[in-house]
């Protein structure tokens, strides 16, 4: 038994009273990977962590990001500071292009020993559980290739992954814009092919101006629920062509960005069991000013998650704590809801609300021990609060010996 004794201050989401907890003065018991007391009393385990009267919180959930491609292109962010934006850049065979020709060219070990490395930072600032896509393939095999590669590391590393296809990310260049002919590929051979290999959980679709329209993307993910894929949707990023309408329609677990969501939208969103996923990152990376209205979501009762989305384009950030800071000070969340967007709301937003996102008996033991105080401390301290440990698993990513 695994024992974190002296914990200052526990705080929490608790998903049986349905209300932020803070916990003073307590410790907790691990068995293997599973959290089975939580309290004052002083049992003996065979290993101890001294928390020093410092903050403990559940481990991040991330529930969208897009690692799974080679380089990076800070060339184009170079580009996009000289003034071009995201979408000059990208008709120029800039963006999203480029990453897919080298994902094509990658052997599967190469596309490994990089999604492994951002693994590694993602779980060194306490992201515990990843949502990744795919969708820097797009052709059958390089979308298989990348799924294999996540489940590898899923696998080989601490952290978990919960693979999602995202072949709709864009039309590849081979389409000329023939937008209709791909998605049939999406439809009749790749769906089919990914339901098969048995690796994503999930679909996406990007619904959107210049990507795909309303129409083609009900159909692709129309077919993705006939294979067993629970579908997701990148819906009013840049314009509102009627993504989160869609969202509520196939009843999609997730509708994400939503900078663009309409009142009548979020209308709908509130009378489904969809979550939005939020995504403060993008807007900041991109230099842009328009955020997602949280406080709107909030108010009107839209259960909202938030993600970094870590992408090499339009948002490379994977630090969670800078997401959070980004939340409070851009999207006018409070600390305590910033902390449930990121823990509970996220694990919900990917079906596994039931194991892990919180800190509760039963639970994994998915953990995050603070230097640091109070909640409050985490955006206060934007780029870098400190963390002494992460336990993943019921196991100290910086070993005990
Ligand atoms: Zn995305």
Sequence with gaps: ?????????????????????????????IENDIIIDIGENNNNGDHMIDCNQKLVTPGFVDAHTHPVFKNGREKEFIQRISGKSYEEIAAKGGGINSSIEEVRESTEIELLDHVKKRMDEFLS???????????????????????????????????????????AHSIPDEF??????????????MIPAVS???????????????????????????????????????????????????????????????????D??????SNSDTIAILLPGTTFFLGKEKYAPARKLIDRGVHIAIASDFNPGSCHIKSMPFIIGLSCIYLGLSVKE?????????????????????IELGKKADLIIWDLDTIEQIPYNITSPPIRNVIKNGDPLISLD
Aim: charged share 25%.
């Design 264 to 269: 009548e939208d979020i209308e709908l969103l």
């Design 338 to 358: 910033a902390l449930k967007a990121t823990t509970w709301s996220a694990a919900c937003a990917i079906n596994e609300e039931e194991r892990i996102g919180s």
């Design 125 to 167: 600032m306490g992201t515990t559980t990843i949502e990744a896509k795919t969708g820097y393939g797009l052709d059958t095999e390089s979308e298989l290739k990348s799924l294999r590669v996540l489940d590898h590391v899923h696998n080989n590393h601490k952290i978990d992954i919960f693979p999602t296809f995202l072949g």
């Design 1 to 29: 038994m695994l024992q974190l004794k002296n914990i200052g201050l526990l705080s929490t989401y608790n998903s049986t009273t349905g209300s932020f907890e803070n916990i003073k003065n307590c410790n907790i018991d």
């Design 176 to 189: 000329n814009g023939d937008s209709n002919a791909y998605v049939d590929l999406l439809c009749n051979e």
């Design 196 to 262: 098969e290999q048995g690796i994503a959980k999930f679909c996406d679709v990007f619904c959107e101006e210049g990507y795909f329209d309303l129409k083609e993307s009900r159909k692709i993910l129309k077919t993705a629920i006939e294979y067993d894929l629970v579908p997701r949707i990148h819906a009013d990023e840049f314009s509102n062509i009627g993504g989160s309408k869609l969202a509520s329609e196939v009843k999609a677990i997730s509708a994400d960005h939503l900078m663009e969501i309409s």
